[in-house]
């Protein structure tokens, strides 16, 4: 279980495809917190460490995650999100975020709102039912407040320290991005439909 406060960027160092998709090797002093096989959410996406060496660990992504998140296209150079996961005795910063993504969503804009940024995300349908005014969701694995609802996505108010401290002050037009969104109005839908 994570929160979506990043607490670090970390670089993809090298990428090795493997038989069930690939293994990334990122390099961040994150890593000397690690043990083998701890849960980290690169990119909002839950992974798992391996291969500790210094400031660097290893994670395996498997064909399914590829295809389901924005990892695909990380490759070596590439900066990366990422939070260790949740403490019993840790506060609760962000919202419950699984690192379990759903899908990905497509940068619309990134627009100065001084002194942050106005970031517009077009969602798919499955995606955008569960979003609502002032409702979380994760972005890349940053928890974010969602300020708008359109008709075909979602648009979110971005401070300045998110801008300058996570990967999604360096979005343009085009890129996809990592979504999970809230675990709450899943289970509501769920339980809604029973």
Same mark, same amino acid.
């Given at each position: 279980?994570?929160?979506?406060?990043?607490?670090?960027?970390?670089?993809?160092?090298?990428?090795?495809?493997?038989?069930?998709?690939?293994?990334?090797?990122?390099?961040?002093?994150?890593?000397?917190?690690?043990?083998?096989?701890?849960?980290?959410?690169?990119?909002?996406?839950?992974?798992?460490?391996?291969?500790?060496?210094?400031?660097?660990?290893?994670?395996?992504?498997?064909?399914?995650?590829? +295809?389901?998140?924005? /990892?695909?296209?990380?490759?070596? @150079? *590439? #900066?990366?999100? %990422? $939070? !260790? =996961?949740?403490?019993?005795?840790?506060?609760?910063?962000?919202?419950?975020?699984?690192?379990?993504?759903?899908?990905?969503? +497509?940068?619309?804009? /990134?627009?100065?709102?001084?002194? @942050? *940024? #106005?970031?517009? %995300? $077009? !969602? =798919?349908?499955?995606?955008?039912?569960?979003?609502?005014?002032?409702?979380?969701?994760?972005?890349?694995?940053?928890?974010?407040?969602?300020?708008? /609802?359109?008709?075909?996505?979602?648009?979110?108010?971005?401070?300045?320290?998110?801008?300058?401290?996570?990967?999604?002050?360096?979005?343009?037009?085009?890129?996809?991005?990592?979504?999970?969104?809230?675990?709450?109005?899943?289970?509501?839908?769920?339980?809604?439909?029973?």
């Amino acid at each position: 279980m994570f929160t979506g406060l990043v607490a670090d960027l970390g670089t993809v160092a090298e990428v090795h495809s493997t038989n069930d998709g690939v293994r990334l090797a990122i390099e961040s002093p994150l890593a000397r917190e690690l043990s083998e096989g701890d849960s980290v959410a690169v990119n909002g996406v839950c992974l798992t460490a391996v291969g500790l060496c210094g400031d660097r660990f290893g994670a395996d992504v498997m064909n399914e995650t590829l +295809r389901r998140s924005s /990892l695909a296209e990380a490759g070596a @150079g *590439a #900066r990366v999100n %990422l $939070e !260790l =996961p949740l403490r019993a005795a840790d506060r609760l910063g962000g919202h419950f975020v699984q690192g379990h993504v759903d899908g990905r969503a +497509r940068v619309a804009a /990134l627009d100065p709102d001084r002194p @942050g *940024a #106005r970031l517009r %995300l $077009e !969602l =798919p349908a499955e995606l955008h039912r569960y979003c609502v005014e002032k409702g979380s969701i994760a972005v890349d694995g940053v928890s974010l407040t969602i300020a708008a /609802l359109h008709d075909d996505g979602v648009e979110l108010a971005l401070v300045p320290f998110t801008l300058e401290h996570t990967t999604l002050g360096a979005l343009v037009p085009g890129d996809e991005v990592n979504v999970e969104v809230d675990l709450l109005a899943k289970y509501a839908e769920r339980l809604a439909s029973a």
